[in-house]
C-alpha cells in the first residue's frame, strides 16, 4: 500500500522507512478505510483554497489525531471525509475521496452515513430530540430498520459508551460530557466504519472531557473502529493514538508516529517562545480592593447554586476560576456583574454596595467578555463594535476616535476597521471582544472561556493581553478549563465545587490542596 | 400566563393523545354549535371538574387570568355594542350616539364569550395532560409527514436553549452600557436590533451543527422511517374518537334542523 504525500511536504514526512505505514500506528495488512487523493477545495465566497493537495490513507483500526493552527483546515477535511463536502456544502472541489471503498461524491449522503460519522464539538446543536432513547435510535429509526434491530442498535451503542444508564433521561438535564458521549452513542448506532470527532472535548470541563475521552480510549480497544479525533490538546490522546497528522495552511504538514512527529510540531510552533513568559512567584497584591463579595447565597429553583461564597480581589491580581461546569461559577460570575441578584449576600464594587445599581453603571467599571463571541457582537464595523460601549456611555466623539485607535493599535485590530466583525476568524473574534469592553476602561475585567477553540497562536496573544491588563492595575478575573494556562499565568486560583470555593490560593499552593481533594483532573497536564 | 406539560398519571394523562386531540376537536365544534347558556356553562365546568381530579391548578389559573378575562369582556362589550336585534333594554347616551343594549346583544355576547373561554380552557387541559413529543410522534404515526414532526421536536429541544441565549444577548448590551429601560421606544427598538443580529447568527451556526447531526444520521433517507415506539389504543381510546365524530355529526344534524333557536339570531350564522 502507498501513501502519497505531497512532494512539497515529504521533507517533512519520515524517510527512513521504505513502507511508510511502518512509521505509523496502523497495520500495513490492513484494508483501506479511507483514500483521499490530490483533495483541493475551496469555499465559494474565498479566494483561497481551505484545502491543498491532500493525499493520504487511512488503514480500518487505524487511530489518528489531526492538529494544526485555527484556520489551517482540520473541520474542512472532516466535513470532506465525511461527505458534507460537497453534498451540504457547496464550493470548488477538485480531487477524490474514498471511504469504505465508497467515492463520497458520487454516494448519497445518506448512503454514506453508514460508513463515516462526523461527530462535531458543540454537542447541544448536534442533540435534534428531547431523549436519550430517542436520540441513539434517530439514526436506525431514519434507515427505515426494524424495531428490534433498532433497539438492539441502541443498547450496543449506549452500553459502547458507558451510558446504559441514562436511557431513560431527558436531554436538557444531562451535563456537556454526557451530552457529548450520547452524540457520539448515537452515531455508533449507524455502525460506521470511520468515526470522525471534531474537537470532542473543547466544550467540557476537565472531568467531562476525560468522561468522552475514556470512552473513546475504550472503543478503540474493544471495536475495530478506525477513529479520526481533531484536537489542539494533545497530551492525553498522544499516550494512545497510532498517528498524528498536522496541518497547515490547508496542507498536511507532517504525518507519522506521535512520538516522532510531536516533538517537530512543538518545534515548528517555536515551543513557548510563543506564550509570554509567566510571571512566577509574586509578593501578595497591595492594590485598592476592586471587588468583594460576602457570604453570597443562589437558588435555581431548589438547588442552591452558590452556597456562602466570599471573596475578595484587589487591583492587579488575575485570579483563574476552574471547576466542574454547574459547580457555580458563571452564576457567580453574572452576581459579581450584576446580573443575577444573589438570595443573600453582598457584592461591593470599588468600595459601593452594586444592589440597586443599573447594569449599565456597574458596565462603567466592569468589563464582561462572554464565552460565545457572536452573543456580543452588535456592529457592522470592528470600529464601531469597539466605540459601541463609548457610544453608550455619551463619550464626546473626538474622544471616542482617540481611545479607539488606540485600542486597535495595541491589540493588532487596525487593519480590520472597516472589516465585518463577523467576517473575522474565532480567534480575532475574541481579540475583537476583549477590545471593546476596554476603551471606557473598567477596572475589573472578566472573561468566561476565553480560551475555548483558540489555536497556541491566539491563545497567547490572548494571554499577553491580560498579563498586560494586570500590569497595569486592573483586576482580572477568567474562568477557563484550560488547567496548564491557569496554573502557569494566573497569580491566583479559585476551585469551585458545588456552589463553593474549595480552594483559594496561589498556583503552588492550590495545586497541593486540589491533590489534597483528589481532583486530579483540575491540576495541569491532567489531560 | 403559560400553561405547560404537567407529568401525571390520571386516566386523563394515560389516555392516547390522539384520542384526546379528537375530543377536543369534538368539544369545540359542540360548544361553538351550541346555543344555550346552561349547556355552555355545563361545559365549562364539566373542564374544571376535570382538572381539578387530575390535581392540575394551570386550568383554573388559567380561567382567572387578566388575558382569558379581558378577552371575556371585550367579547361581550363587542357583542354588545354591535348586536341591534332584539329587545332594548338599556340605552346609553354617549356623546355622538346613543348605545342601544338588546337582550340578543348581551345573550349572544355572554355565550360568545364562554365559547371561548371553553376552547381555551379545554385546550389548556389538553397541554397540561399529553406530552407534547408523545403527541407529535402519534402524529407522525398517524401519517403527518415526519420531516414536519421534526421541526416541531426541534422548535421543542431548543426553545429553551434560545430563551437563555436572548437572556445572555441582552446582559451582553447592558454589560456594555445599552440602556433600553430609559431611552423608551427609541432604545427598545436599538435593543431588538443589537439583539435580533446576535440570535440569528448563533442560529444560524445551530442549523449548521444540526444539519451535519441530522443528514449524518440518514435524515429524510426514506419517506418513511420506523418508530421503536408504537401506538396503543386502548377500547377506551378508539371509544372517546367514536364518540367525538358521532358528537360532531349529531350537533351538526341539529344545527342544520334548527335545534338552537338562538343560532338564528346570530345575523353571521343566520340561514339563507
Redesign the interface.
Known amino acids: 500500500m502507498t501513501i502519497a504525500i505531497p512532494s512539497s511536504q515529504m521533507a517533512l514526512v519520515v524517510e527512513s522507512d521504505a513502507n511508510p505505514n511502518a512509521n505509523r500506528g496502523g497495520d500495513p495488512s490492513s484494508a483501506v478505510a479511507i483514500s483521499v487523493r490530490d483533495l483541493s477545495f475551496a469555499f465559494p465566497d474565498r479566494r483561497t483554497y481551505a484545502l491543498r493537495n491532500i493525499s493520504l490513507d487511512i488503514v480500518e483500526g487505524e487511530f489518528v489525531v489531526i492538529t494544526g493552527a485555527s484556520g489551517c483546515g482540520k473541520s474542512t477535511l472532516a466535513?470532506a471525509l465525511?461527505g458534507?463536502i460537497p453534498?451540504?456544502i457547496e464550493g470548488t472541489l477538485s480531487g477524490e475521496i474514498v471511504v469504505g471503498g465508497i467515492k463520497t461524491v458520487e454516494a448519497a449522503?445518506?448512503d454514506l452515513?453508514?460508513t463515516v460519522?462526523?461527530c462535531?464539538q458543540?454537542p447541544?446543536?448536534?442533540?435534534?430530540?428531547?431523549?436519550v432513547?430517542?436520540e441513539v435510535?434517530?439514526?436506525?429509526?431514519?434507515?427505515?430498520?426494524?424495531?428490534a434491530e433498532?433497539?438492539r442498535r441502541?443498547d450496543d451503542a449506549l452500553a459502547a459508551m458507558g451510558l446504559s444508564d441514562l436511557l431513560g433521561r431527558d436531554?436538557?438535564q444531562l451535563s456537556g460530557g454526557e451530552k457529548q458521549r450520547v452524540?457520539i452513542a448515537?452515531?455508533l448506532a449507524?455502525h460506521p466504519r470511520v468515526l470522525i470527532l471534531d474537537e470532542p472535548t473543547s466544550n467540557l470541563d476537565p472531568d467531562a472531557a476525560e468522561e468522552v475521552l475514556a470512552s473513546i480510549e475504550t472503543l478503540r480497544r474493544e471495536n475495530k473502529l478506525t477513529i479520526i479525533i481533531i484536537e489542539h490538546k494533545l497530551d492525553r490522546l498522544l499516550k494512545t493514538a497510532d498517528r498524528l497528522i498536522v496541518m497547515a495552511d490547508g496542507e498536511i504538514s507532517l504525518d507519522g508516529r506521535p512520538a516522532e512527529i510531536y516533538p517537530r510540531y512543538v518545534a515548528s510552533l517555536g515551543g513557548s517562545e510563543a506564550f509570554p513568559t509567566p510571571p512566577g512567584a509574586e509578593p501578595a497584591p497591595e492594590g485598592d480592593m476592586t471587588l468583594q463579595a460576602r457570604d453570597l447565597w443562589f437558588k435555581y429553583g431548589e438547588r442552591d447554586a452558590l452556597r456562602g461564597v466570599s471573596l475578595t480581589v484587589r487591583g492587579g491580581e488575575f485570579v483563574g476560576i476552574i471547576g466542574a461546569n454547574g459547580s457555580g461559577k458563571t452564576t457567580f460570575l453574572?452576581c459579581l456583574?450584576g446580573?443575577s441578584q444573589p438570595s443573600s449576600g453582598e457584592v461591593e464594587l470599588e468600595g459601593g454596595n452594586v444592589r440597586g445599581l443599573?447594569?449599565?453603571a456597574?458596565?462603567?467599571r466592569?468589563?464582561?467578555v462572554?464565552q460565545?463571541p457572536?452573543?456580543?457582537?452588535?456592529e457592522n464595523t470592528v470600529g464601531d463594535e469597539i466605540a459601541?460601549?463609548c457610544r453608550?456611555?455619551g463619550f464626546g466623539r473626538d474622544a471616542i476616535e482617540k481611545l479607539v485607535r488606540g485600542i486597535m493599535d495595541d491589540y493588532g485590530m487596525a487593519a480590520y476597521e472597516r472589516s465585518h466583525p463577523?467576517r473575522l476568524s474565532h480567534g480575532e473574534k475574541r481579540r475583537l471582544n476583549l477590545c471593546?469592553?476596554l476603551p471606557?476602561d473598567p477596572s475589573i475585567i472578566i472573561l468566561d472561556e476565553p480560551f475555548i477553540g483558540q489555536d497556541d497562536a491566539n491563545t497567547a496573544r490572548m494571554i499577553s493581553a491580560l498579563l498586560h491588563l494586570k500590569a497595569s492595575g486592573h483586576t482580572v478575573l477568567i474562568v477557563s478549563h484550560d488547567m496548564d494556562l491557569v496554573f502557569r499565568y494566573c497569580s491566583r486560583v479559585l476551585l469551585f465545587d458545588e456552589g463553593k470555593i474549595v480552594v483559594d490560593a496561589r498556583p503552588e499552593r492550590a495545586r497541593d490542596q486540589i491533590t489534597a481533594l483528589g481532583k486530579r483532573n483540575f491540576l495541569p497536564g491532567a489531560l | 400566563m403559560i400553561v405547560s406539560y404537567q407529568p401525571g398519571d390520571s386516566v386523563l394523562h394515560r389516555l392516547n393523545p390522539m384520542a384526546k386531540l379528537s375530543v377536543v376537536v369534538a368539544y369545540c365544534v359542540v360548544v361553538f354549535l351550541l346555543a344555550s347558556i346552561k349547556m355552555e356553562l355545563a361545559c365549562l365546568l364539566a373542564i374544571l371538574a376535570i382538572a381539578r381530579a387530575i390535581g392540575t391548578r394551570q386550568v383554573s389559573a388559567m380561567m382567572v387570568s387578566r388575558f382569558a378575562l379581558t378577552l371575556f369582556v371585550m367579547i361581550i362589550l363587542l357583542q354588545v355594542i354591535f348586536t341591534r336585534t332584539g329587545t332594548e333594554l338599556v340605552s346609553i347616551p354617549l356623546y355622538v350616539a346613543h348605545l342601544v343594549v338588546t337582550d340578543d346583544g348581551l345573550l349572544i355576547g355572554v355565550m360568545s364569550a364562554l365559547r371561548f373561554l371553553t376552547v381555551i380552557l379545554i385546550s389548556a387541559l389538553f397541554i397540561v395532560s399529553t406530552d407534547p413529543v408523545a403527541l407529535v410522534y402519534s402524529l407522525m404515526r398517524a401519517g403527518i409527514p415526519y420531516r414536519y414532526g421534526f421541526m416541531v421536536i426541534l422548535m421543542m429541544r431548543f426553545a429553551s436553549v434560545f430563551a437563555l441565549e436572548v437572556k445572555t444577548v441582552c446582559n451582553a448590551q447592558k454589560m456594555r452600557g445599552l440602556q433600553i429601560d430609559e431611552a423608551g421606544v427609541k432604545g427598545l427598538l436599538r435593543s431588538i436590533r443589537y439583539t435580533i443580529v446576535p440570535l440569528i447568527v448563533s442560529a444560524l451556526s445551530r442549523v449548521d451543527g444540526l444539519v451535519v447531526s441530522m443528514e449524518g444520521r440518514a435524515f429524510g433517507y426514506g419517506k418513511t422511517r420506523t418508530f421503536i415506539v408504537q401506538d396503543r389504543y386502548s377500547w377506551f381510546d378508539k371509544a372517546l374518537i367514536l364518540s367525538s365524530a358521532m358528537a360532531i355529526l349529531l350537533t351538526l344534524a341539529g344545527a342544520a334542523v334548527g335545534l338552537y333557536p338562538l343560532i338564528q339570531t346570530m345575523p353571521w350564522m343566520r340561514p339563507i
Open positions: 466535513l465525511a458534507y453534498h451540504v449522503l445518506c452515513a453508514v460519522s462526523l462535531q458543540d447541544e446543536s448536534q442533540l435534534c430530540t428531547l431523549s432513547q430517542d435510535c434517530f439514526g436506525p429509526e431514519n434507515l427505515a430498520l426494524p424495531v433498532v433497539l441502541k436531554v436538557l452524540t448515537s452515531m449507524m453574572n456583574a446580573m443599573k447594569l449599565s456597574i458596565a462603567r466592569m468589563g464582561f462572554f460565545n457572536n452573543h456580543q457582537i452588535f459601541f460601549a453608550n456611555f463577523l471593546s469592553i471606557h
